[in-house]
């Protein structure tokens, strides 16, 4: 079904999730003369509810009625999986379904540089975002940071002019319905096992949904990609012809040069880019993490948001101004504070088993992890060199407890929390002077919070000793 911002107009529209995208959506819909009508399995929040109301938008809560098919097409939450009885019963309906990144980008003027990836794709966006910030400033466009990094696409595209730049972090789910949506240059940071509950298990079909970002784009756009990344380097072996403007990027100089006219490599300690045949070095390595920014995985996102923003015309200067005043994200590594000679560290962020992998790896010293959370059907072994390494005591809370329990209670001392303040308190109780309290949960947080950044706020105020 094809569906644009021209025929919208008149239209009878079902938005599927009233969280923050399902909401935006919705103004969005209105705003264009389509007639909509919201719908949710669960209840409505407060603000949700007076939102809708006050913009006179038909909506229904704690199920989905057969009015949600009485609809031309559809939009639906990224948190609704594919195989939900409402989402087949569309489907037999003949209802097109459209993400809400792909509604939003039937309205959007600006450049759009997109970011998908297993990890480090906050990380990397927030980066480019700051690359072409440091530039706008100078040539009067605007930057807007959009999608999974927490920002409605559909709730920016109103405010976008020609020439502005819209960054739009993009989920998987957010990918999956995706049928026109066309970014000026793609970014791609890896592609590791996660949300393999969502994908039955099927790494193909996982890394399918991610492929969809650059399923549109045309001869003078751009796709970067991450060479040290397996799955990638095979997958863009294999399609080399059916991708316009590949552009990888490796830590190894040696693993592109001499293979490709554009590339961001490190080339002794710096890091360097090829455009065009030109090349050209931007920043010592040593000023990259002088800031904290520190972990071999962060030198991939550095590159990756290098190499997108030199391709979409930012300038060496901006770029390496970002670099060194960067200083992480929340909820990434992020640095809390040293309590009785006991460093704490924030990385809710760490949703999936390799990221947890990651931030052991980059936390210097001995680590007391706190993890847990809903189980995404990763493979707990492949974690067991570096826990026995890394731990020194596991603290473990969340659905998947009994999990952690099973795998590493042989290679290390695991001690039980029914609640994230129960293993806040057990790690203080357990740490020793010059050790690292590592919250990265490696699981979703939807146990117990509503989001990531929750379950982060509240590690937080834990540590600080103000829990509420």
Same mark, same amino acid.
């Given at each position: 079904?094809?569906?644009?911002?021209?025929?919208?107009?008149?239209?009878?529209?079902?938005?599927?999730?009233?969280?923050?995208?399902?909401?935006?959506?919705?103004?969005?819909?209105?705003?264009?003369?389509?007639?909509?009508?919201?719908?949710?399995?669960?209840?409505?929040?407060?603000?949700?509810?007076?939102?809708?109301?006050?913009?006179?938008?038909?909506?229904?809560?704690k199920?989905?009625?057969?009015?949600?098919?009485?609809?031309?097409?559809?939009?639906?939450?990224?948190g609704?999986?594919?195989?939900?009885?409402?989402?087949?019963?569309?489907?037999?309906?003949?209802?097109?379904?459209?993400?809400?990144?792909?509604?939003?980008?039937?309205?959007?003027?600006?450049?759009?540089?997109?970011?998908?990836?297993?990890?480090?794709?906050?990380?990397?966006?927030?980066?480019?975002?700051?690359?072409?910030?440091?530039e706008?400033?100078?040539?009067?466009?605007?930057?807007?940071?959009?999608?999974?990094?927490?920002?409605p696409?559909s709730?920016l595209?109103g405010?976008?002019?020609?020439?502005?730049?819209?960054?739009?972090?993009?989920?998987s789910?957010?990918?999956?319905?995706?049928?026109?949506?066309?970014?000026?240059v793609?970014?791609?940071?890896?592609?590791?096992?996660?949300?393999?509950?969502?994908?039955?298990?099927?790494?193909?079909?996982?890394?399918?949904a991610?492929?969809?970002?650059?399923?549109?784009?045309?001869?003078?756009?751009?796709?970067?990609?991450?060479?040290?990344?397996?799955?990638l380097?095979?997958?863009?072996?294999?399609?080399?012809?059916?991708?316009?403007?590949?552009?990888?990027?490796?830590k190894?100089?040696?693993?592109?040069?001499?293979?490709?006219?554009?590339?961001?490599?490190?080339?002794?300690?710096?890091?360097?880019?090829?455009?065009?045949?030109?090349?050209?070095?931007?920043?010592?390595?040593?000023?990259?993490?002088?800031?904290?920014?520190?972990?071999?995985?962060?030198?991939?996102?550095?590159?990756?948001?290098v190499?997108?923003?030199?391709?979409?015309?930012?300038?060496?200067?901006?770029?390496?101004?970002?670099?060194e005043?960067?200083?992480?994200?929340?909820?990434?590594?992020?640095?809390?504070?040293?309590?009785?000679?006991?460093?704490?560290?924030?990385? &809710?962020?760490?949703?999936?088993?390799?990221a947890?992998?990651?931030?052991l790896?980059?936390?210097?010293?001995?680590?007391?992890?706190?993890?847990?959370?809903?189980?995404?059907?990763?493979?707990?072994?492949?974690?067991?060199?570096?826990?026995?390494?890394?731990?020194?005591?596991?603290?473990?809370?969340?659905?998947?407890r009994?999990?952690?329990?099973?795998?590493?209670?042989?290679?290390?001392?695991?001690?039980?929390?029914? &609640?994230?303040?129960?293993a806040?308190?057990?790690?203080?109780?357990?740490?020793?002077?010059?050790?690292?309290?590592?919250?990265?949960?490696?699981?979703?947080?939807?146990?117990?919070?509503?989001?990531?950044?929750?379950?982060?706020?509240?590690?937080?105020?834990?540590?600080?000793?103000?829990?509420?």
């Open positions: 079904m094809s569906v644009d911002a021209e025929s919208i107009k008149g239209s009878h529209v079902s938005v599927l999730g009233a969280k923050r995208s399902g909401i935006a959506a919705a103004l969005l819909l209105q705003r264009h003369g389509a007639h909509v009508f919201v719908s949710d399995s669960e209840p409505l929040g407060d603000h949700e509810k007076a939102c809708l109301q006050q913009s006179g938008i038909a909506f229904e809560e199920g989905h009625s057969h009015k949600v098919l009485e609809a031309d097409f559809s939009v639906v939450s990224p609704i999986p594919p195989h939900v009885a409402v989402i087949e019963e569309m489907g037999k309906n003949g209802i097109g379904m459209f993400s809400e990144i792909e509604l939003a980008s039937w309205f959007c003027k600006a450049r759009i540089l997109g970011v998908t990836g297993t990890d480090g794709k906050t990380t990397t966006a927030t980066l480019i975002a700051a690359m072409c910030g440091v706008a400033a100078e040539r009067g466009y605007r930057v807007f940071s959009a999608g999974n990094i927490g920002v696409f709730s595209v405010k976008m002019r020609p020439g502005d730049v819209a960054v739009v972090e993009l989920s789910y957010q990918l999956e319905r995706c049928t026109a949506f066309r970014p000026d793609a970014v791609v940071t890896n592609i590791m096992p996660d949300h393999l509950d969502r994908y039955e298990g099927s790494m193909q079909r996982y890394a399918e991610k492929y969809r970002i650059y399923a549109n784009q045309r001869q003078d756009d751009w796709l970067v990609y991450n060479a040290d990344n397996e799955t380097r095979a997958h863009f072996a294999d399609h080399r012809e059916y991708v316009p403007g590949l552009i990888p990027f490796s190894s100089i040696e693993r592109i040069s001499g293979v490709n006219d554009n590339y961001a490599t490190m080339d002794g300690r710096w890091l360097t880019t090829v455009i065009g045949g030109k090349k050209e070095s931007v920043i010592c390595k040593d000023d990259l993490f002088k800031r904290s920014f520190r972990g071999s995985h962060n030198l991939e996102n550095a590159l990756a948001a190499c997108a923003a030199r391709v979409a015309g930012i300038g060496i200067a901006p770029v390496r101004e970002a670099l005043t960067f200083g992480g994200v929340e909820h990434r590594q992020e640095f809390v504070g040293t309590f009785n000679g006991v460093d704490w560290v924030n990385d &809710s962020k760490a949703t999936n088993l390799n947890l992998r990651r931030a790896e980059t936390v210097p010293g001995k680590v007391v992890l706190i993890a847990g959370g809903r189980e995404k059907g990763g493979d707990f072994s492949e974690l067991e060199d570096t826990v026995r390494q890394k731990v020194s005591i596991l603290v473990a809370f969340g659905e998947s009994d999990k952690f329990i099973a795998a590493f209670s042989s290679l290390v001392r695991i001690v039980q929390a029914s &609640s994230l303040e129960e806040v308190s057990l790690a203080r109780l357990n740490a020793a002077q010059g050790e690292t309290v590592l919250f990265s949960p490696g699981c979703s947080s939807f146990d117990m919070f509503d989001n990531f950044e929750t379950r982060g706020k509240m590690f937080k105020m834990c540590v600080r000793g103000r829990a509420e």
